[in-house]
């Protein structure tokens, strides 16, 4: 048997925060003090053996704690860690020398970011909810702040009340401080909480109840565990939230003891066909029931007016003396008996379908509707599929400002394994408005070096940099019907200014077809206007509902997007292969990352285009592709909308023929993917902001003063040859620590001078991505750095070739499909033709379902960005031969192509 123990020390009263992460957990910790947090994990394995692991930091050790049970959703997507993080360095220390100003600007941080209506920091009830508000709270009380922005101090008090039980009298002296007293164990309330909707309902109907206050309490677990109940005889209710595509919206009502799955209970209900039952989001929980996550009970059903939402009540139930449950508040119970609610549900028209959870019948005998009704919201701790405990091996080490070790390892936790480098790798920084992220000067000089090479190829085919505004009218973005509905769900939109309302809303670019056609429009008039070729760099935006991933996922991103007009189809075809070749030049030349060039289907094509091209990635660490950028043929659709004419050498009118074309810092979110390791980044030279660092070893034997000259006709010489290179002579580092530090941020080569070298002339070279070492001599060091930069650039694109190769199998049969997407694969299939969109949907649909199966799982989050289903990649360029009578793989239909597939981004 396996044994894990957990010993923690920090700063009091900070240290507070860490307790509550565990006491969640229901994990025993030996909490201790000391100047500096840190927590040690010991696993004493029959086997293996004993292994010790720590974190030294604020940040890993709430990471860790939250972590245990993963299900109960702690700590879920990099907006955690970002908060977490900025607590600690803008509030933590506030504890100790009472700097109020930086727990000022904190608090306006997060007034704005709490200004955009969730409920808690990250969307959902996590550590970040815990630690800022007990952190925030000691600060507050510390530094004397009288007075929090509205948004924040109704957020703390509802986390505060929630964790009460937990985290003692600090959260309870927070609460007086705020001015609300925190509540105690089940009693009699203090007020007739006739001003709650639900409870004035139940007045009206002339339904008996009783209300009480209690502790906050975001989850059945908790209410079984902090409001204890005077009998065997009454029960609280845990409640569940699923929408289903094709059966619609359900509130599942059942007993905290009961037995629930959805396999289970599409059965019990007899629902027909496929059935995916899903968490449901929080925005649509507001909707229909009028309450957030964790303050749901079966009394908030009588608020969906829609009557969309089917109510399901678990009949064990209605064998209780007393139900207790939420009148759409968690700290709020009301008591009633099951014919009280019953005629409540009677009363407000609901219709109840109640289901025996211990019956193993068909859903006619075992399931009967009835006017009742019960319900409750998708709650905090909710799972995201595919989140997994991580494989803890933290080794984070502390010098100065900066770790010198990343806390997860690249094959155990990919998601953590990234986000590690690029923060650490001082790629970004987290802001605090959620999908949007601070790009640092060592990521943005990637882009910038992208910038440079990309400006001169399009400038050999006559394309000129301009720049169009940010905003859009609603009628222009509206006027192409396809193109809009494509982008609707991501638009943003700006409706005040200041305190007045705008006429009109107008719209933050998503892209700029309909901002810039109109100008095309104007400008075109004769055959001589022809072709017209702009690129412009900029920003969008695009709301994604899905998680935000940095880099690859985000709300305001960064591109250059191409559009162009020509005279003829070929020309604008021609420019499009032009624009794509750039791109998989971009991905393959500069960043040594292998691309499949080919075309998307029908189904996966840009929005009011008439052909879409793509050059499509592999991440070996994750086994997902990632479309790299596309390039499209917009034919005559726009044209035609904006009326961007122009006479013909004939004298007769002609609609232009178009093309766009895009790409974005993605590129830099790939590239760290595909060459990172469990040291850090691994740079391609070409895009590296540094490629060579020279890093004196200075000692007794080699001081400061004798280095110096050496270094710098090292540096000299390189300079010369064009090698962007830095003399790393920092003081106040050692060079261990320098060599972690910029391995870390995968400078190609680091060069090393120590006194032998001196002595014979030479310089320790060292290479990032493979770990050679080897001594030059000075003697035209330069040329031949240069020549080696060259060498690592073939190098790292061959290594990322075999291992996307290695993962490309062709498979013909169905069921071969699955089986090769769980092995990591792209699977190359025949198809019967990029048309066939039922049959791409039926793909979609049908893998998702095995590969849930297969690992046991039900449900997949709707909002995943990492879905297990298999998607088209795109039709490839390349194609194989494909032998005479091939069929589709999935239709049965003649194969007219190969289609590329995979789980992507």
Same mark, same amino acid.
């Given at each position: 048997m396996t044994l894990v123990t957990y010993s923690c020390t920090a700063p009091s009263p900070a240290i507070v925060a860490l307790e509550v992460l565990a006491k969640l957990q229901n994990v025993e910790v030996s909490f201790g003090s000391s100047d500096t947090p840190s927590l040690k994990v010991v696993t004493k394995h029959p086997i293996t053996g004993e292994t010790t692991n720590k974190s030294i930091s604020w940040v890993g050790c709430a990471r860790t704690l939250s972590q245990i049970i993963p299900s109960l959703g702690l700590w879920e997507g990099a907006q955690v860690e970002s908060w977490v993080e900025s607590a600690s360095n803008a509030v933590i220390p506030a504890l100790e020398s009472g700097g109020k100003a930086a727990v000022e600007d904190f608090c306006a941080k997060l007034e704005a970011h709490l200004g955009n209506g969730d409920p808690y920091l990250t969307g959902s009830f996590s550590a970040a909810d815990i630690c800022v508000s007990l952190w925030l709270g000691l600060a507050m009380q510390k530094c004397g702040l009288s007075t929090l922005g509205e948004k924040t101090s109704s957020w703390m008090r509802n986390v505060l009340t929630s964790i009460i039980s937990y985290a003692g009298d600090t959260a309870g002296s927070i609460l007086k401080e705020l001015g609300e007293a925190p509540a105690s164990s089940p009693s009699a309330a203090s007020g007739d909480f006739t001003d709650n909707p639900l409870v004035q309902k139940l007045n009206d109907f002339g339904v008996q109840y009783e209300v009480y206050s209690h502790v906050g309490c975001m989850t059945a677990e908790d209410l079984v565990a902090n409001v204890p109940l005077a009998s065997e005889k009454e029960t609280h209710t845990k409640n569940l939230f699923f929408k289903d595509k094709k059966h619609g919206i359900f509130l599942v009502t059942h007993a905290t003891d009961s037995t629930f799955n959805t396999k289970k209970l599409a059965?019990?209900?007899?629902?027909?066909?496929? /059935?995916?039952? @899903?968490l449901a989001d929080p925005t649509l929980l507001d909707k229909h029931l009028k309450a957030q996550p964790g303050h749901v009970g079966p009394l908030c059903i009588a608020n969906?007016?829609?009557?969309?939402?089917?109510?399901?009540?678990?009949?064990?139930?209605?064998?209780?003396?007393?139900? $207790?449950? $939420?009148?759409? @508040?968690?700290?709020?119970?009301v008591k009633l008996s099951p014919s009280a609610l019953t005629m409540f549900m009677t009363k407000a028209g609901v219709e109840v379908t109640i289901v025996d959870f211990a019956s193993e019948g068909d859903g006619d005998k075992a399931a009967h509707?009835?006017?009742?009704?019960?319900?409750?919201p998708k709650k905090p701790e909710q799972k995201k599929q595919q989140q997994q405990q991580p494989k803890q091996n933290k080794k984070s080490v502390k010098k100065g400002d900066t770790l010198l070790a990343l806390q997860w390892k690249k094959s155990e936790n990919f998601p953590q394994w990234y986000s590690d480098v690029i923060i650490l790798s001082e790629m970004i920084s987290y802001y605090d408005i959620s999908g949007c992220y601070i790009l640092r000067p060592w990521s943005y000089k990637i882009w910038d070096l992208i910038q440079n090479w990309f400006n001169v190829k399009i400038g050999e085919l006559g394309v000129e940099n301009c720049y169009f505004p940010l905003f859009v009218s609603q009628d222009r973005l509206e006027k192409e019907k396809d193109h809009v509905e494509g982008f609707a769900p991501e638009v943003a939109w700006v409706t005040k200014s200041g305190e007045t309302d705008l006429a009109k809303q107008i719209a933050i670019r998503?892209?700029?077809?309909?901002?810039?056609?109109?100008?095309?429009?104007?400008?075109?008039?004769? $055959?001589?206007?022809?072709?017209?070729?702009?690129?412009?760099?900029?920003?969008?935006?695009?709301?994604?509902?899905?998680?935000?991933?940095?880099?690859l996922r985000s709300r305001e991103f960064l591109w250059q997007e191409g559009h162009t007009a020509h005279t003829t189809y070929e020309e604008a075809d021609e420019m499009v292969m032009q624009a794509l070749d750039l791109y998989k030049q971009v991905y393959q030349d500069l960043l040594c990352v292998p691309v499949v060039p080919g075309y998307k289907t029908k189904a996966e094509r840009f929005a009011g285009g008439h052909m879409t091209t793509t050059v499509e990635a592999y991440i070996a660490g994750s086994g997902r592709a990632i479309q790299g950028a596309t390039s499209h043929n917009l034919g005559q659709n726009f044209g035609k909308m904006f009326d961007i004419k122009f006479q013909d050498?004939?004298?007769?009118?002609?609609?232009a023929w178009q093309t766009s074309w895009g790409l974005t810092t993605r590129t830099i979110g790939v590239m760290v993917m595909v060459h990172g390791d469990d040291k850090g980044l691994v740079m391609p030279p070409r895009v590296s902001p540094m490629q060579v660092v020279i890093v004196p070893i200075i000692s007794k034997k080699l001081t400061d003063e004798a280095a110096e000259p050496y270094c710098n006709a090292i540096f000299n010489d390189l300079k010369?040859?064009?090698? @962007?290179?830095?003399?790393?002579? @920092?003081?106040?580092?050692?060079?261990?620590?320098?060599?972690? $530090?910029?391995?870390?941020?995968?400078?190609?080569i680091r060069i090393e001078v120590g006194p032998m070298d001196i002595e014979k002339k030479q310089a320790r070279i060292v290479i990032r991505h493979?770990?050679?070492?080897?001594?030059?001599?000075?003697?035209?060091?330069?040329?031949?750095?240069?020549?080696?930069?060259?060498?690592?650039?073939?190098?790292?694109?061959?290594?990322? /070739?075999?291992?996307?190769d290695e993962h490309i199998v062709k498979v013909t049969e169905w069921k071969d499909f699955v089986p090769n997407l769980e092995l990591?694969?792209?699977?190359?299939?025949p198809w019967c033709g990029g048309e066939h969109e039922d049959w791409e949907e039926w793909v979609k649909k049908t893998s998702r379902e095995e590969s849930l199966k297969a690992r046991g799982e039900e449900l997949e989050d709707e909002r995943t960005s990492t879905s297990v289903a298999g998607k088209t990649l795109c039709i490839p360029f390349d194609q194989p031969e494909l032998p005479d009578g091939t069929k589709c793989i999935a239709s049965g239909l003649p194969a007219t192509c190969w289609v590329l597939w995979g789980r992507s981004y």
């Open positions: 059965k019990l209900l007899n629902l027909q066909g496929k /059935v995916n039952m @899903r969906d007016s829609s009557k969309e939402v089917k109510f399901v009540l678990d009949k064990a139930l209605l064998d209780f003396d007393v139900i $207790h449950s $939420h009148p759409a @508040r968690n700290d709020v119970s509707t009835s006017p009742a009704s019960s319900k409750e998503p892209t700029s077809e309909t901002i810039m056609y109109p100008a095309f429009a104007d400008w075109i008039k004769s $055959h001589r206007d022809l072709p017209l070729k702009l690129n412009q760099w900029s920003n969008v935006v695009r709301w994604e509902f899905k998680y935000p991933t940095p880099f050498e004939k004298g007769e009118t002609q609609i010369e040859q064009g090698v @962007r290179v830095k003399l790393d002579d @920092r003081r106040m580092y050692n060079p261990g620590w320098k060599y972690n $530090h910029w391995e870390q941020k995968g400078v190609p493979d770990g050679e070492k080897m001594d030059m001599p000075v003697d035209g060091l330069g040329s031949a750095i240069k020549a080696k930069l060259e060498e690592i650039q073939t190098a790292m694109f061959e290594k990322a /070739v075999k291992a996307r990591n694969n792209l699977v190359l299939t």
